[in-house]
């Protein structure tokens, strides 16, 4: 089914028992209640560091020998990810330089920071903030560890993908946000290698959805990084891309996406009837619920990837604003 195996994804499992929580999976009354099926929310948003993005990273650094932990990490990243790889690199002692585009909202820079990773800002999207972590170790001798295209990364993601079969066996859908596609290809392997009946469905915002436009092409290509609520779910997915686009186009039963008053009114339904505080990107599979997007075949889980919002955003949101 794909170049990454089922039992890389088993294999990280054991690697990272102890360094991530197994998250929990809630029944939602209220969107149950509105598609006449069951919905559950895989809520990926009280992992430890608030995202998917410390799965990945927890396997990644567990691999590296000695040699090259000595070396240290550098990785670019939209905020999570680099969360993530700066709370895994301290539990094993082990130097982090995150390069972060302007882009990245300050809230996620100083997490960042306070995790005691070095910081890089540099450029106004991803790919710039790419290039820099690419110099980075070139110069220096770190281990580049990308946020998604990278075995170990998708591995680890895909030990969320156990969890959802494992915590929902009969589970029918699911809906995942979609980016570079570390988090969909590893879930996706995961689901699809137990169960091909499974709907895989690909959840993103209108502005700049990189995944999108390549699957749309035939092939990666780059779209312009605009500001949006969804913000995680920014950047481009690397014209050189070896997994996740083709993982993702082999995989994905159908990709949607929202507008910003959508993924707004999903962070609002999570907060006012889930009594959750979640990103923008977090919020994209409810927000496709409540747009009627997904055809009401159940069970139905929803993965809410991270809880890293601004809290003024999140305020902003909560009183009307779509931005």
């Not at 055809?295 to 955003?313: F, K, L, M, T, Y």
């Not at 902003?316 to 931005?323: E, S």
Request: aromatic content about 4%.
């Amino acid at each position: 089914m794909s170049a990454l195996s089922l039992n890389a994804i088993y294999l990280a499992r054991q690697r990272i028992a102890g360094l991530v929580r197994t998250t929990p999976m809630e029944h939602s009354p209220s969107l149950s209640k509105r598609l006449g099926v069951a919905v559950y929310l895989k809520l990926e948003s009280q992992q430890i560091t608030g995202s998917f993005k410390l799965r990945g990273a927890s396997n990644a650094i567990a691999q590296l020998d000695a040699d090259k932990k000595a070396k240290g990490v550098v990785a670019a990243s939209t905020g999570n990810h680099g969360r993530a790889l700066a709370y895994a690199a301290a539990q094993l002692g082990v130097r982090a330089i995150i390069c972060l585009s302007q882009l990245v909202p300050a809230n996620k820079v100083q997490a960042i920071r306070d995790l005691g990773a070095e910081v890089c800002i540099v450029g106004h999207s991803q790919d710039d903030a790419q290039r820099e972590a690419e110099r980075i170790a070139a110069e220096h001798g770190a281990t580049l560890l990308p946020p998604f295209d990278h075995p170990e990364i998708i591995a680890g993601q895909g030990t969320l993908g156990l969890e959802i079969l494992e915590q929902l066996p009969q589970v029918a859908q699911v809906l995942v946000p979609l980016s570079g596609g570390g988090l969909f290809a590893g879930v996706a392997l995961a689901l699809k290698s137990a169960n091909p009946a499974i709907s895989l469905h690909g959840i993103s915002m209108r502005r700049g959805a990189a995944m999108h436009a390549s699957l749309f092409a035939g092939q990666p290509v780059e779209v312009p990084e605009l500001s949006t609520l969804a913000d995680s779910l920014g950047g481009g997915i690397g014209l050189d891309n070896q997994f996740t686009y083709s993982m993702t186009r082999e995989l994905c039963d159908q990709v949607h996406l929202l507008d910003e008053a959508s993924i707004a009114a999903g962070m609002r339904h999570a907060y006012r009837q889930e009594r959750q505080v979640v990103e923008g990107a977090g919020a994209v599979g409810i927000a496709a619920l409540l747009d009627g997007l997904i055809p009401a075949r159940g069970p139905i889980v929803v993965v809410v990837s991270g809880r890293n919002v601004d809290i003024e955003q999140h305020l902003r949101v909560m009183n009307g604003a779509d931005a």
